[in-house]
């Protein structure tokens, strides 16, 4: 019954989002919908050379400024994390932080490091209609949805409160928003546990650093600490004033990491969200 309900609700709010406009509102309108068939397009290539680019490839010889290349050989899946900011905190349209030029940017963002699979954090409606298109919603997820490139294999799963699940081309991802309470982090890490299959990431918004999630018993492993990256501060506060470290992750289990990069560039803007996009380019099987 609850999941009827949930299904409902986020159909009335695709049709909601496509009417308000927006680069991405074909995508968004496409809802629910799980597409079959085609296998994945390989991710286009970045240049290699920029600080906070962690590769498991040798470096290539590139552009300055930019992040490390995806392997050329075999297949690869990128994933985009990104908690975009609740639209409503930013209202002020002469604000530096105004939510409708942070949201374009997004745009250009995405298309720019062209994911295969966006998992956001704190949407409302109509944020998401900023997703380029060339994407669906897979899942019933309202603030933590899961966006896949068209002609990429996937189905959802099941989906929480702190968490929305889906499999995409053979890997199951979670893609989470959870809290820093101790009981909140043992509560989402135990139900993303009980998603895993044996090829698997979890990436999102944790709202903790890496080792509270590991002493909650989490059976992934940090992509970061795979590929050798620091735990570099993921929080880009709005204040300016604090920092918060590591919150936004990327967990692997069963799969090899081989690019990790924290995405620092505005696009037109001085800060997209007040966190730091991640991209992870894995293996796929």
Known sequence: MIKAVALIFCVALCVSCARAGGPGRAALSAGLAGLGGAAA???????DGAP???SAAPSLAGTPGASAPVPQAGRTLRVLSFNIREWTRDRDESGEYYWRKRME??????????????CLQE???????????????VG???????????G????????????????????RIVNVHSRWEKEIVERTVRQVNG?????????GDWNTGLRSIESAGLRMQSARTLLGAPETDTFANFTKSESHGAIDHFFVNGITPVSYRMLTDGYGVSRISDHWPILLDVELP
């Open 41 to 47: 397009a390989e991710p286009a290539p970045l240049p």
């Open 123 to 137: 949407v409302l409606p109509p944020a998401g209609s900023y997703v380029p298109d060339g994407y669906h919603r």
């Open 140 to 150: 019933v997820g309202v603030s933590h949805p899961i966006y896949v490139r068209d």
């Open 195 to 203: 998603q895993l299959t044996g090829r698997d990431i979890a990436c």
């Open 152 to 171: 990429l294999k996937a189905s959802r799963h099941s989906f929480a409160i702190f968490w929305e699940a889906c499999t995409v081309s053979g890997i």
């Open 52 to 54: 906070g680019a962690y």
């Open 105 to 118: 940017a997004m745009g250009r963002m995405l298309e720019d490091v062209d994911p295969d699979v966006i």
